[in-house]
């Protein structure tokens, strides 16, 4: 099975951005649909983005649709999330997560595989 590990978190000011990375392990990720997920303090799972195999398709919510960009290099097993303009309230753990299935679910349940997350925190 595939193992993920999540790096680029940190604190950042409003309007900044990010670059989180995704690497995985023991397993070829184009098999997989990849997404981001993020968990404030308090908070369910929420969907921030997701990828199709063969990074054909992105999809976002609208929170973060325009400021967020999910992306994939198959060849190096990694999957990215660009962010920029963030908000405090981008403030989270981030999660990467692998779905064996072909297309994209918006639901925390629908992913395999899980990272150990990564903190953003934006100050105001």
């Known amino acids: 099975q595939v193992q993920l590990v999540e790096s680029g978190g940190g604190l950042v000011q409003a309007g900044g951005s990010l670059r989180l990375s995704c690497a995985a392990s023991?397993?070829?990720?184009?098999?997989?649909?990849m997404g981001w997920f993020r968990q404030a303090p308090g908070k369910e799972h929420e969907f921030v983005a997701a990828?199709?195999?063969?990074?054909?398709?992105?999809y976002y919510p609208d929170s973060v649709k325009g400021r967020f960009t999910i992306s994939r290099d198959n060849a190096k097993n990694t999957v990215h999330l660009q962010m920029n303009s963030l908000k405090p309230e981008d403030t989270a753990v981030y999660y990467c997560?692998?779905?064996?299935?072909?297309?994209?679910?918006?639901?925390?349940?629908?992913?395999?595989?899980w990272g150990q997350g990564t903190q953003v925190t934006v100050s105001s």
């Open positions: 023991g397993g070829t990720l184009s098999s997989y649909t």
């Open positions: 997560a692998a779905r064996r299935a072909i297309y994209y679910s918006t639901y925390y349940n629908g992913y395999d595989f």
């Open positions: 990828i199709t195999r063969s990074a054909g398709g992105t």
